[in-house]
């Protein structure tokens, strides 16, 4: 099973500023025949259920806010806030779709300064 | 409107059974596979089972392979999930979810239900 390990467990940025979310696995998620990267970003607001934020690593979701971006490839990622807002107060989830057992990582919360 | 609405969790003892259900409105429900994934209280989330669009592949993960049964009924925009000898550590919110690419059971999802808690107690 390939395992997802997200870092740190939880940051406090201050409004406005960035918010970086690591994201790694044990083995590449990156497919040779296509060049993409089986990666997947997720925001879960409390209460609410998981939000798509970013697939193939770094495509953004339609309508998901621009401060939102994905990068890396291979068995390491990256999910950055810019301009933290308020509303950005969530747990975010990485998920890799590169073979089966699908898998998270552990969650990253992100809290305001 | 796209929509994904669960239904049927509860509480259940040790070794007992349950069925949930996801009905789905606002897209064609036959053209894509779907998904389970849970999240225990406080924790991350699991992915359990997927489902081909017509119903002929399933994919589990390891620890309920044998005790849940994924299926659907595309007559009726719904999706299933039953579990059997249900155990503590099943406990959790369980969420059904659209996968996104076609085809394929590798795959990412948007949207997702609300979520129905089924709680494992005696």
């Known amino acids: 099973d390939i395992v997802m390990t997200q870092s740190p467990d939880s940051l406090a940025v201050s409004l406005g500023e960035r918010a970086t979310i690591n994201c790694k696995s044990t083995q590449s998620l990156l497919y040779n025949s296509n060049n993409m990267d089986y990666l997947a970003w997720y925001q879960q607001k409390p209460g609410e259920p998981p939000k798509l934020l970013i697939y193939?690593?770094?495509a953004r979701e339609s309508g998901v806010p621009d401060r939102f971006s994905g990068s890396g490839s291979g068995t390491d990622f990256t999910l950055t806030i810019n301009s933290l807002q308020a509303e950005d107060v969530a747990v975010y989830y990485c998920q890799q779709y590169y073979s089966t057992p699908l898998t998270f990582g552990g969650g990253t919360k992100v809290e305001i300064k | 409107e796209v929509q994904l609405v669960e239904s049927g969790g509860g509480l259940v003892q040790p070794g007992g059974s349950l069925r949930l259900s996801c009905v789905a409105s606002?897209?064609?429900?036959?053209?894509?596979?779907m998904t389970w994934v849970r999240q225990a209280p406080g924790k991350g989330l699991e992915w359990v089972a997927n489902?081909?669009?017509?119903?002929?592949?399933?994919f589990y993960v390891a620890s309920v392979e044998g005790r849940f049964t994924v299926s659907r009924d595309n007559t009726k925009d719904s999706l299933y999930l039953q579990m059997n000898s249900l155990r503590a550590d099943d406990t959790a919110v369980y969420y059904c979810?659209?996968?996104?690419?076609?085809?394929?059971?590798?795959?990412?999802?948007?949207?997702w239900g609300q979520g129905t808690l089924v709680t494992v107690s005696s």
């Open positions: 489902i081909k669009a017509d119903g002929t592949g399933k």
């Open positions: 606002g897209f064609s429900f036959s053209d894509y596979w």
């Open positions: 979810a659209r996968a996104v690419r076609s085809a394929t059971t590798y795959n990412y999802f948007d949207p």
């Open positions: 193939w690593a770094s």
